[in-house]
């Protein structure tokens, strides 16, 4: 993994799913349990989503996003109680796929928690397999993809997953 931008770089970008660590979340060992790592940046990443054209309900007009690939990287562990955002960087997309960052923040201590990396597929629900980005959908992601390109750090990504 490529060095990591700064608590600064990653909270200037736009917040989503802010919350405190419940208690149920954590484990044996103290510390925020892994299952709630990836569900926390999904729910972050669907709040992005939505700003690009997909609704949360769109299975409801037939279409969904499903998981491909996931990357977790664990950077600092999140307690009971300690405040947490997602922020989210849109890289690129390809005719039926998208490649995402979801960073999840320590707010409390402000750091860098967790890196998620995702390969998204656009599905058509009617056939369940994927099929091409709606046109207004693909533009929208395209216009995000562009802005975020120019964040002023490099994007930290595993190098184990890319577009096809």
Request: charged share 20%; net charge negative; aromatic share 8%.
């Amino acid at each position: 993994m490529s060095t990591l931008p700064t608590y600064a770089q990653i909270a200037a970008l736009p917040s989503y799913s802010e919350r405190p660590v419940p208690v149920f979340f954590e484990d044996i060992n103290g510390h925020m349990n892994v299952r709630y790592y990836l569900g926390m940046a999904s729910e972050g990443l669907d709040e992005a989503l939505t700003e690009v054209g997909i609704p949360t309900n769109w299975v409801d007009k037939g279409f969904a996003i499903f998981s491909a690939e996931h990357h977790l990287t664990y950077i600092s562990e999140l307690l009971t109680g300690d405040r947490v955002s997602s922020r989210v960087l849109l890289l690129g997309r390809s005719e039926r796929a998208m490649h995402v960052l979801v960073y999840l923040l320590d707010d409390t201590r402000e750091q860098i928690s967790c890196v998620i990396e995702e390969i998204c597929l656009h599905m058509d629900m009617s056939t369940r397999t994927t099929s091409p980005w709606p046109d207004d959908v693909a533009a929208q992601i395209d216009a995000r993809v562009a802005e975020h390109r120019g964040v002023e750090f490099e994007p930290t990504v595993s190098g184990s997953m890319a577009l096809r």
